[in-house]
């Protein structure tokens, strides 16, 4: 009777509304108004001129549209190239980052000694502030004074000359690397916690039945986590396709070409040469295709998920 | 796992040992380049430091105004964390006690703001701050508080998914009782919910304090000289003809205490909320 008299009075209210107003009305303020205002400068011809005033520069229809993928001109071209070392970077990095995660979560699942230790350690690239790490790498990269360039040709001689880390091609691997250095952790994490999951008896009856340790693993650890690397590759996907801090900490303002991810790009286009129209129609441009690669990984992954049950 | 074999042990000792190594060298270097003299860091790289010394944990204050710098942070990051964690603790309670219409739309949509890039509504939101402040006087852009404003709704999503986990994990007969009972359901929030969650609360806390302190993109836009953060200040050792690497490292290390300290206490806390949502 008491409960009932409880949940009565919690559906009558109109008080949930006003327990989520506040954060109702920041959303709206800082993400939804503005990607309206977004989509609808992506319309406009926005040049330093009419930055004071924003409203009153002239509409120019799909112009900004048209600059972006007229592949022939130079501003699409860059663009295009932008979107495919984006790519690239983004399979790498996730890739690299989820196999290392998967394997450390892996070989981390029994107890040893020192593991707390480590995976402490394993914590400090997630931990550590973007800027104060990746500033560190690239100290690191520095061609004269660095680390790398240190060990590959003064000590283990492997280069004939001192490369460049941070322009040119080898920028790739520079960012690659850092980006790596600093999500495997995360995966490491999430499939730590998914590991947790895993009942012991599975493991003893298939030890039982006489499963080395590569079948435990083939058998039983993969497949358990696969509902956890559904979730886990999707969010690294955004996460590293989108990723500012790393190229911008990395390169500064703008990236050498090998390695132009397309934040970058849009920030170079909108705030260097003060070109906000351009800016955000590449950005609109860019949450097409995030949605429809979200939206085909969701369709796939959640029939396959049916199929499984 | 059962019975793994030595082969299998060996392996994890060298695979763990290379990984610890991929991890920690960065930090090494962080460390070791702080107590080196300038000249050490700009000739060959050297392992051993010819003489350790402190100083450029002196340095850095004076190079660069390193001290406003750490205080616009933790202004910028401290309120985002405060606003951001009571805004997050009224929603969380909303959708964990209560079935409303567009309770599903609500969580949905807040999600997914998580899911756009940053890029896409910096330059917007630039232009309205720099708009309200042309015609209100309002200044948001270039102050901490457009900074503030801003921050607290990056955390907010994780905020409020991980809160309606913990607040959905306190039995719902306490509170209930205690609104039959006649208490509001403000007392109820307060009195019975919010102690039950502390460790949620905290962590929460603790992330919103790390995203705002390590945001680089829209502090570089959003800030002037007065306002600064640190992740744009850092930047300030590198000259036209010189950069700094002991003080730049040296800043790293001490601008990375206060947030690795808090991440590396609470860590149970706030893996187990990361990843509550992917796991289950």
């Known amino acids: 009777m008491r409960q009932r008299l409880g949940r009565l009075r919690l559906t009558t209210s109109g008080l949930p509304y006003l327990l989520l107003l506040p954060a109702l009305l920041l959303e709206l303020l800082i993400h939804l108004v503005p990607m309206v205002v977004g989509i609808v400068m992506s319309f406009k011809q926005l040049t330093q001129f009419f930055i004071r005033d924003w409203s009153s520069a002239p509409w120019t229809g799909l112009g900004n549209y048209h600059l972006a993928v007229d592949f022939s001109a130079p501003v699409g071209q860059s663009l295009l190239n932008s979107f495919w070392v984006t790519c690239a970077f983004t399979i790498l990095a996730v890739g690299l980052s989820w196999l290392v995660g998967t394997t450390a979560a892996i070989m981390m699942q029994d107890a040893f000694r020192g593991r707390g230790l480590l995976r402490a350690a394993f914590l400090l690239p997630y931990a550590l502030p973007v800027y104060a790490a990746v500033i560190t790498w690239s100290f690191m990269f520095q061609r004269d004074t660095g680390l790398i360039n240190h060990v590959l040709h003064d000590q283990l001689h492997l280069t004939s000359d001192r490369p460049f880390w941070l322009i040119g091609d080898n920028s790739f691997t520079a960012l690659v690397t850092v980006s790596v250095w600093r999500s495997w952790p995360f995966a490491f994490l999430t499939l730590t916690a998914g590991l947790q999951n895993i009942p012991r008896e599975l493991y003893e009856a298939a030890a039982m039945d006489g499963a080395g340790i590569w079948q435990q693993i083939r058998r039983i650890t993969l497949p358990s986590l696969r509902p956890v690397n559904l979730v886990l590759v999707l969010v690294l996907f955004l996460w590293t396709f989108n990723d500012f801090n790393t190229p911008y900490v990395l390169f500064g303002k703008s990236a050498p070409e090998a390695s132009d991810l397309i934040s970058i790009h849009i920030y170079q286009s909108s705030f260097v040469t003060w070109n906000f129209g351009a800016g955000s129609a590449m950005s609109v441009l860019l949450l097409l295709f995030l949605l429809l690669v979200t939206s085909v990984y969701l369709f796939i992954t959640s029939r396959r998920r049916g199929a499984d049950d | ?280």
Request: glycine residues 8%; aromatic residues 12%; proline residues 6%.
């Open chain 2, 1 to 280: 796992m059962i019975n793994p074999p030595a082969s299998f042990r060996w392996i994890r000792r060298i695979v763990l040992a290379l990984l610890a190594v991929f991890t920690l060298v960065p930090v090494g270097v962080m460390v070791s380049s702080s107590l080196k003299p300038l000249q050490d860091v700009q000739g060959p790289f050297r392992w051993i430091p010819s003489t350790l010394t402190v100083r450029p944990y002196f340095d850095i204050w004076k190079t660069v105004p390193l001290g406003r710098y750490f205080i616009n942070s933790i202004i910028v990051a401290g309120g985002a964390t405060i606003f951001s964690v009571i805004v997050a603790i009224l929603a969380a309670y909303g959708v964990s006690r209560y079935r409303f219409r567009g309770r599903r739309l609500f969580t949905v949509t807040v999600l997914s703001t998580q899911m756009f890039p940053g890029i896409l509504f910096l330059l917007p939101l630039f232009l309205i701050f720099v708009n309200i402040g042309n015609t209100t006087g309002v200044a948001l852009y270039g102050s901490r508080g457009g900074l503030i404003l801003t921050y607290l709704t990056f955390s907010l999503p994780f905020s409020i998914w991980m809160l309606v986990g913990y607040f959905d994990s306190i039995p719902r007969d306490l509170d209930e009782a205690a609104l039959v009972d006649g208490c509001g359901p403000v007392r109820a929030l307060v009195r019975i919910i919010i102690p039950a969650a502390i460790p949620g609360i905290v962590a929460v806390a603790v992330y919103a304090f790390m995203t705002a302190w390590g945001e680089v993109l829209f502090a570089s836009v959003m800030t002037d000289d007065e306002t600064r953060t640190l992740a744009v200040g850092l930047q300030g050792y590198a000259t036209l003809n010189d950069v700094y690497w002991n003080q730049v490292m040296a800043a790293s290390l001490v601008v990375s205490v206060p947030v690795v300290a808090g991440f590396l206490l609470l860590q149970r806390y706030l893996v187990a909320g990361l990843t509550a949502g992917a796991v289950k």
